[in-house]
């Protein structure tokens, strides 16, 4: 695998930074990878702008930070617009048409899924966005086992809670296992 640079952007609130933390404990404590997670707070608690970095690897990691992403989501159209320009030619670029309107104008494969209207679908609450969003990058790109995530879900989310996370990380598997992207160069 060598290492996967990603970054998850998008406005306080959303939970981009839960999101993160999960998939990087995924792949620490049940995938035997290396991992980091960095995070950045705009000024405001709700609704400032938030980013967080997340590197995977195989092999020693020796800086933390993403300066290239090979898959950037961005859940809103400021971060976007920060950050669309960033991303490694080649790469995946994941949002949500909902909150994004995305130009052609970015070197990357771009997929724009309703991962918030499948969850207020099937979920009914938006709280569980974040979940489905990461379960729509784990279908797209495989980077880790399904179950792995699963498994950080089953020990960071209070019992009563579980099942609605676990729906929402369904749905966005199953979203994302239509477009399967594996190109991380």
């Known amino acids: 695998m060598g290492s996967i640079r990603l970054v998850f952007s998008g406005s306080g609130g959303q939970g981009v ?3 993160a933390i999960i998939l990087a404990e995924a792949a620490v404590i049940f995938s ?23 590197i995977i690897s195989d092999e020693k990691i020796n800086y933390p930070g993403v300066l290239q992403p090979n898959i950037l989501m961005t859940l809103t159209q400021n971060a976007y617009n920060s950050f669309s320009s960033i991303i490694r030619p080649g790469g995946l ?5 909902r909150f994004v309107e995305t130009t052609r ?9 309703p991962m918030y ?11 569980v966005y974040n979940i489905c969003t ?11 086992e399904p179950e ?35 190109r991380f160069t």
């Open 32 to 54: 035997g990878k290396n991992a980091t997670q960095t995070q950045a707070y705009g000024a405001a608690a709700r609704g400032g702008a938030t980013r967080s970095d997340i």
């Open 148 to 182: 792995t995530v699963l498994q950080v879900l089953e020990e960071r989310i209070p019992k009563d809670f579980q099942e609605m996370n676990m729906r929402a990380f369904d749905l966005g598997l199953v979203l994302g296992s239509q477009y399967q992207y594996r």
């Open 117 to 127: 209207e499948k969850v207020m679908e099937k979920v009914g609450k938006p709280i």
């Open 134 to 144: 990461l379960g729509a990058l784990i279908g797209i790109t495989q980077i880790l």
């Open 93 to 97: 670029l994941l949002s949500d048409p």
């Open 105 to 113: 104008k970015v070197d990357a494969k771009q997929l724009e899924l």
């Open 17 to 19: 930074i839960t999101a």
